[in-house]
Structures are given as C-alpha cells and as structure tokens.
C-alpha cells in the first residue's frame, strides 16, 4: 500500500486505487457513447486507426506528462503551474482546463441526464417490441422535450456534487474497483449477442477495414479530439488526479494500463453498436442518439435481455459519473485551494455555476435549438470547441511545459520515483514530448482547421 502520509492532503490509498481512479475518469460515456458516434460520422475504421496512433504517440506521453505536474507540484492545476513556473504565463494553461471543465461538464450532464432515462426505460421494461423507427422517434422526442431531459441531468449534477464533496478517497475509488470491470463484461456479452445477428458482417467491416481514402483533416483532428476527450486529458484532471497520487506509485505504468482499459473499452462499444447498426439497417452516422437507438435494439434480441439493459444503463450511468466527479474535481480544487473557499463551498459553488450552463445545453437540444451558430447549436459548439479545440490546445502546452520547462532532471526524477525506478523508456518519453507530441498536434490543429492541406480535402 502506497500511502501518501507526508501530505495532510486527500489521496489514493494503493496503486489499484489510482489506476481504478484514472481509468474511472477516462472510462465513461466518451467510450460508450461519444466513440461509436464519432467513428460512425467519420468513416468506421480508417477513423479508428487514426484514433489508436494517436493514443500511443500522444496519449500514453500526455498522460503522463500530467501526472508529472500534478504529482511534483502537489496541487490543482492552475496551482500547479504557478508553483512550477512562477511569474509565468503558465497557469493560464490551468485556466483552460477550468474553462473546459464548464465546456464539457454542461454537454456531459446533458448526455448522462439522457442515460439515466435510458436506466428508467429499461427499469419499466420499455423497450419492448420497438422497432428501429421508434426507438429513434422516442429518443429524438426525449431529447428535445427541454423539462424531462433538465430534470434527469440536474439528479445527475447533484450526484457528482455529493461525491466531490464527500473528497476523494471515500467517493471515488471503492466503486471504480469494482464497477468498471463488471461494464467491461457486459459490454462483451452485448458484443456476442451484436456479433451474432444475421447481417452483422458488415458493421465488423465498417468498424475494422480502414478506407484511406476517408481520412481528411478534419477526420484527423476528429480522432485526436476523440482521443484526448476519451484520456481524460488536456485539462488538468489527470494533473489533479496526480497530485493526489502517491510517491511510489508507477507513473509510466498507470498510464499505459489506463490507455489501454479505455482503448479497450471504446473498440468493445464498438464492436457490441456497429453489427447491431446495420443488422437493423441504421445509418453509422446517426449522430448522438446513435447508441440509445442500437443498444435497446439489441437487448429486446437476447434472453434476459430485460435484466441484461437494466444491469448495463446502470453501469454506464456509474461509469459517466465516474468522469464527472473527475472533471468537477477540477473546478473545486481550485476554488478550494486558490480561492481557500472550503470544501463544501468549493463545491456548491462549482457545480451550480455549472448547472447554469448545462441547463442551457440541454434546452439547447430542442426549446432554444433556434439560437445556432451555423447548424451548431450550444450543445453541438461546446461539444465541439472543447474536444477539438481546448483540449489538443491544452495537451499541446502541457508537453511543451514538461519537454522544455521543467528541467530533465526533474522530469526523470519524477518518472522514475526519484531513482528507484528503471523508467526506461525515459528517453523515448522526453524526445516524444520535446518534439514529436507538439509537432504532430500543431499539425493536426492547422490542418483540421484548415490552414494549410495535406490530405485531400474529402468533398
Ligand atoms: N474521458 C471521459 C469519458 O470518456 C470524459 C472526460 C473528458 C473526463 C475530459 C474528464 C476530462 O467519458
């Protein structure tokens, strides 16, 4: 056991707990909802070999270039970059994380609101005999209704409110350890059951053989969107999350194990959603309703199916709260630490001012759908703007901080647990942040927004 006693800080109790932590954060709707759906709208496999290149080459370095900070520095991020880089323009690095804290909190909310109404419906057994057809007109109608939706996420807020408050040892660790592993069971059993439908072929293929020809920019920073939004990373939770990280726990480790569960993960969600996608004939580029429409599909098509839904919209409505907690952590270890506010207040304070946002994401979805930006609504921008854009930004100063700010001294110091550790891959790591990692995002971003063309330009 890896007990942080010097510090009179919160912390994780074992190296388990850690890694049950972080995976807890990265393992959620980004893997089970936002994957599919993203990978539907762009292309199927050329999208997902893109994604795990991006995942080894920046990921797993990112990951642990925030632990890095978080676990020398000891505090949140803005905190953090402060104590590192005093009198800098650094800590406006931890500002963005908190702005993308509100960006993602609001749409998230949003999304697990829309889960929890999915545990209820299979809850009332009410997915019975639906068609494909129905099941996409009862969700669209959901989801536009404004009140039902508001309700649902605002349980969902006060939740992850409670949790935060509750600190992180009590609230967060116990139930990853054991939930996150029952998910990954259900959702291979679903895979089964999606794989042996007649005409599910087709989704394998769509998922897995890669059409170059579909790869564009903006596909590119699609999947770096995605892969970072997938982590975790980019702003400042995993910096959290590693400051409360114990001295001996093994930062390179942690990282690829988590990598790895999330990236399982999300190509399991796939292989359970594309067979079922197109054995019932809807289109991969549905959009956000993508999974609420194949998964009940799938369960009226199996024995048990009734307890097989209620079982899996349980665990992802854990494994989405598992992520919240980790995000609003964010926003309250800054107020708490910054600002001294206590625990409580910290709280309260974050999570209501980011409810405001989140209510107006999700009448966005249907009551305000009018005020758009192109055919953007709140939603769809915020959704947007933090997964392409703040978050790549972020990752991309967060390797420039390690890889040229912090002394390599330091650095290695850190990954190797002040000595006692090999970290062999030291070397590859500080060349992977010092110049490939910042290179290949600022790529991606130019590209993706189109400054400048590489790949063809996909119209
Ligand atoms: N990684 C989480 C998911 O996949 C979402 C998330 C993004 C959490 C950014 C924290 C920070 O669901």
């Known amino acids: 056991m890896a007990i942080n006693v010097k510090t009179p800080r919160d912390s994780f109790g074992s190296r388990l707990g850690v890694i049950a932590a972080a995976a807890g954060s990265a393992i959620g709707l980004g893997n089970i909802w936002r994957f599919p759906y993203v990978a539907g709208e762009n292309g199927g496999g050329a999208f997902l070999m893109v994604y795990i290149g991006f995942i080894i080459l920046i990921g797993v370095p990112v990951m642990i270039s925030e632990f890095v900070i978080g676990r020398s520095a000891q505090r949140n991020p803005v905190g953090a970059f402060n104590s590192l880089a005093p009198k800098t323009l650094w800590p406006l690095t931890g500002f963005l994380g908190i702005i993308a804290a509100f960006s993602i909190l609001a749409f998230y909310t949003t999304v697990s609101g829309w889960t929890l109404e999915y545990l209820y419906l299979a809850i009332t057994d009410s997915f019975k005999t639906k068609t494909a057809e129905n099941l996409a007109m009862s969700f669209e109608s959901f989801r536009t209704s404004g009140l039902r939706p508001l309700i649902w996420q605002n349980i969902f807020m006060f939740l992850t409110a409670f949790i935060v408050y509750r600190g992180i040892r009590n609230g967060i660790e116990k139930y990853s350890k054991i939930l996150m592993p029952l998910l990954l069971l259900i959702i291979i059993i679903l895979g089964i059951r999606s794989i042996t439908l007649p005409g599910a072929g087709e989704g394998l293929l769509f998922l897995f053989k890669p059409d170059f020809s579909k790869i564009t920019g903006a596909v590119v920073l699609e999947a770096l969107g995605q892969s970072f939004f997938s982590l975790s990373i980019g702003m400042g939770t995993l910096i959290t999350y590693g400051s409360y990280i114990g001295k001996n726990v093994k930062l390179g480790n942690t990282a690829l194990s988590v990598s790895a569960a999330d990236t399982l993960i999300a190509i399991l969600a796939g292989v359970a959603i594309f067979p079922a996608v197109f054995a019932f004939g809807i289109a991969p580029e549905s959009g956000t309703g993508l999974v609420f429409i194949a998964l009940p599909l799938i369960f009226e098509q199996m024995t048990g199916g009734y307890f097989f839904a209620l079982i899996f919209f349980l665990l992802l409505s854990i494994a989405a709260l598992t992520s919240t907690i980790s995000v609003l952590e964010v926003v309250t270890a800054y107020l ?9 207040k910290a709280t309260l304070l974050a999570a209501s001012s980011i409810a405001v946002l989140g209510v107006a994401c999700t ?18 921008l915020l959704e ?13 100063l967060i390797v420039i901080f390690v890889g040229w700010h912090l002394s390599k001294e330091k650095v290695f110091a850190e990954i190797s647990n002040q000595g006692n550790l090999k970290a062999g891959f030291r070397y590859l790591y500080l060349f992977i942040v010092k110049f490939l990692a ?3 995002i600022a790529f991606v971003f130019m590209h993706g927004l189109g400054l400048f063309r590489f790949f063809g330009s996909g119209d």
Request: proline fraction near 7%.
């Open 363 to 380: 009448m966005s979805q249907g009551p305000w759908s009018g005020i758009s930006v192109g055919d953007k609504n709140l939603f769809d």
């Open 336 to 344: 708490s630490e910054e600002l001294s506010l206590g625990r409580k």
């Open 384 to 396: 947007m703007i933090s997964a392409n854009i703040i978050l790549p930004l972020g990752g991309l």
């Open 438 to 440: 910042p290179v290949a």
